[in-house]
């Protein structure tokens, strides 16, 4: 059965600290890995996405990493700000069968001034 | 603003009475979807469609749900009968088809409330 797991499920920080976000899959045969911020009561955006051949790719502040080999994916957010306080979900599409992408449940991050 | 736009944004409801959503995707997207998510927990997936066929169904979808995306464009979703557990965001998707990356866009959503 194809899963994510995103670890932690919350997260706490100050202004301006660093943080990784975690995700293990076990989604066969892997497509692409994607992670998207949530904002409390609006619809999921797209911050990376990545496929098999590439292991990382930045967004501003936001970089993600991929292990293909030990199916896990990190999301580093540098210089943390009040607006980084999200849900961050990681979504993991399979390359054959289903187009329906697996979505882990999010970790919730809290940036705190 | 994603391109992808969903109405009502809210919606509240007595149980036992039908809801209809809409989603207007991005225009170029021949793929929709939607998802249902409640409070802390990551969207699920309730249905898609390629163009106008309805490809796949959740099994969350129960007969009380039906989904259309006539003429390959918008898509409605209803709800017949809501029940109390209907109660969450439904969020609609769009993405455009493409070997290894296929990113969906989704709207800022439509949360049903029902009492």
């Known amino acids: 059965k194809n899963q994510v797991e995103q670890s932690p499920q919350s997260l706490i920080i100050l202004e301006g600290k660093n943080c990784t976000l975690q995700?293990?899959?076990?989604?066969?045969?892997?497509?692409?890995l994607r992670w998207y911020k949530q904002d409390t009561g609006r619809g999921p955006v797209s911050l990376t996405i990545?496929?098999?051949?590439?292991n990382t790719k930045s967004n501003g502040r936001y970089t993600a990493t991929l292990d293909a080999d030990t199916k896990q994916s990190s999301l580093h957010i540098t210089a943390s700000q009040l607006s980084d306080s999200a849900s961050y979900i990681c979504?993991?599409?399979?390359?054959?069968?289903?187009?329906?992408?697996?979505f882990g449940r999010g970790t919730s991050l809290i940036v705190h001034p | 603003d994603t391109g992808v736009s969903q109405n009502p944004r809210h919606k509240i409801t007595k149980r036992g009475q039908n809801v209809t959503f809409r989603c207007d995707p991005i225009?170029?997207?021949?793929?929709l979807y939607w998802y249902r998510q409640t409070l802390g927990q990551g969207p699920e997936f309730l249905t898609y469609?390629?163009?106008?066929?309805?490809?796949?169904k959740s099994r969350l979808l129960s007969d009380r749900f039906s989904a259309e995306r006539p003429k390959g464009s918008f898509s409605t979703l209803e709800i017949q009968r809501t029940e109390q557990g209907d109660s969450a965001m439904y969020l609609c998707?769009?993405?455009?088809?493409?070997?290894?990356?296929?990113?969906?866009?989704f709207g800022p959503g439509t949360r049903l409330t029902v009492l």
């Open positions: 995700c293990n899959y076990t989604v066969s045969p892997f497509s692409n």
């Open positions: 225009s170029e997207h021949n793929r």
């Open positions: 990545m496929t098999f051949s590439e």
């Open positions: 998707a769009s993405s455009f088809s493409r070997a290894g990356k296929d990113t969906q866009y």
């Open positions: 979504v993991v599409s399979a390359s054959r069968g289903s187009y329906i992408p697996t």
């Open positions: 469609f390629q163009n106008e066929a309805q490809l796949e």
